[in-house]
């Protein structure tokens, strides 16, 4: 999928509409994360689907519950939505960035060879 040390760098024609794919894949995760949060919130809790909606951004955005937790079943979901929220951040930053991070290498990498010759 991404080009080799040995391989020229990407046009930046190229580069751009990777790093579009790679923003949309990081904003599909997002929203399935999203729609996750959001059935457990209505499942476990009862809770509308807006109040689902505005609880499960919240823990996804790093925020906290709004309303709360009355079911032990409810506590146990938001607690590993929590848990899985915080990874889903790191996971969806890895993606995003990744192209960013892979042709600052492979034009360091570009240089360094260009440099020993």
Known sequence: MLEKKHEPLLSTRQFVLR???????????IAAAQLF??????????FSWVDSFVNAAMILSGMGPLNPLQTEGGKIFAGFYALFSGLAFIVVLGVIFAPLVHRFMHKFHIYEDSRSN
Do not use: A, D, K, P
């Open 19 to 29: 790093f579009l794919r790679s923003i949309l894949l990081g904003l599909l995760m």
């Open 37 to 46: 949060g959001m059935w457990g919130y209505h499942y476990f809790e009862g």
